[in-house]
Nanobody, 123 residues
Framework: QLQLVESGGGLVQPGGSLRLSCAAS????????IGWFRQAPGKEREGVSC????????YYADSVKGRFTISRDNAANTVYLQMNSLKPEDTGIYYC????????????????WGQGTQVTVSS
């Protein structure tokens, strides 16, 4: 059974860093593009970053460019999201998702979703 599990969330002060992990099981992660999405309280879920199956192509939302870095280790079936210079507006539940079709920040392309990990940026 295909499964995605996020980890690495937590409480961090503004300006701090976190690294999120998305561990895949039940399939080889290099057969899917992986995206990271987040949902802040009272807001719709939005695409944050995504990475192609090979890892050669990456995309970022304008709000996180220059601060977040997505990467993948296909041997470990894991995708990472390194988040630096965190801001209070980065607070939310972060989800990873897998797409067999395209690499995109649009969630309509994603077939499988993890349960999410909470990120809170606050002093």
């Amino acid at each position: 059974q295909l499964q995605l599990v996020e980890s690495g969330g937590g409480l961090v002060q503004p300006g701090g860093s976190l690294r999120l992990s998305c561990a895949a099981s039940g399939f080889t992660s290099d057969s899917y593009a992986i995206g990271w999405f987040r949902q802040a309280p009272g807001k719709e879920r939005e695409g944050v970053s995504c990475i192609s199956r090979s890892g050669e192509s990456t995309y970022y939302a304008d709000s996180v460019k220059g601060r977040f870095t997505i990467s993948r280790d296909n041997a470990a079936n894991t995708v990472y999201l390194q988040m630096n210079s965190l801001k209070p507006e980065d607070t939310g539940i972060y989800y990873c998702a897998a797409s067999r079709v395209v690499v995109s920040l649009g969630e309509e392309w994603y077939d499988y979703w993890g349960q999410g990990t909470q990120v809170t940026v606050s002093s």
